[in-house]
């Protein structure tokens, strides 16, 4: 079963601590992403991973960063969260060119008190 | 500007009538790319709805069709007769050739369908 798997679904954070975000993927697949949504701007490319250890920024990488050691998962990390990165978080993946399908997770709805 | 516009906002259309949602995208930004229509449902993240990787042919799932229009940079979505189950957010998203594995998302659509 093609599964991304997001957790946590809900999570509340006060201001300046730091937050994890995990994903996990089935299918092997190499390129993985992180995206955030805020009302009225679509999805916004944060990072993409093209395999283990081989990450590049995407649009609005300042604030984030990210860890993959193995293929199957891919983390975004918060060092000292701020309120405007309250927002819902996605991970995606994908098997490989351009022609291919994203598979998303359910997303994961971040407060930042 | 945006690299990718589709219709703003919400849409309210009565159940059975049809619906078109527009996206055009900017050949410019993104080049000649392969184009998607992803939808989230409510509570659920986004699942690919169509895709259409050749100029000129058309893409349909559920009921919904798209083309793409490549003079017109254009890949609108349309439906003859609309359910309440449709009732989510689409998004446009053309895969640009500039950025390796990089899609650029419209700032979805979100489609409200009443009894």
């Known amino acids: 079963d093609m599964k991304v798997t997001q957790m946590p679904r809900y999570l509340i954070k006060r201001m300046g601590e730091n937050v994890l975000l995990e994903c996990g993927q089935d299918?092997?697949?190499?390129?993985m992403y992180w995206y955030r949504q805020d009302p009225g701007l679509g999805l916004q490319l944060i990072y993409i991973?093209?395999?283990?250890?081989?990450?590049s920024e995407g649009d609005i990488p300042k604030g984030y960063r990210v860890s993959r050691k193995k293929r199957e998962h891919f983390s975004l990390i918060l060092d000292s969260a701020k309120t405007n990165q309250t927002s819902v978080y996605f991970c995606?993946?994908?098997?490989?060119?351009?022609?291919?399908?994203?598979?998303f997770g359910s997303g994961t709805r971040l407060t930042v008190l | 500007g945006d690299s990718v516009t589709q219709t703003e906002g919400q849409v309210t259309v009565s159940e059975s009538k049809s619906l078109i949602i527009n996206c055009t995208y900017s050949?410019?930004?993104?080049?000649?790319?392969?184009l998607f229509w992803y939808v989230r449902y409510p509570g659920e993240g986004l699942q690919l709805l169509l895709k259409v990787i050749t100029a000129g042919q058309k893409g349909s799932s559920r009921g919904f069709e798209a083309t793409y229009n490549k003079e017109a940079t254009s890949f609108h979505l349309q439906k003859a007769s609309v359910q309440e189950s449709d009732s989510a957010v689409y998004y446009c998203?053309?895969?640009?050739?500039?950025?390796?594995?990089?899609?650029?998302f419209g700032r979805g659509t979100r489609l409200q369908v009443y009894a």
């Open positions: 299918m092997s697949h190499e390129t």
């Open positions: 050949a410019t930004s993104i080049g000649y790319p392969n």
């Open positions: 995606a993946s994908r098997l490989g060119g351009s022609a291919e399908t994203l598979y």
């Open positions: 998203a053309p895969t640009g050739t500039q950025v390796v594995g990089q899609l650029t």
């Open positions: 991973s093209y395999d283990v250890d081989s990450n």
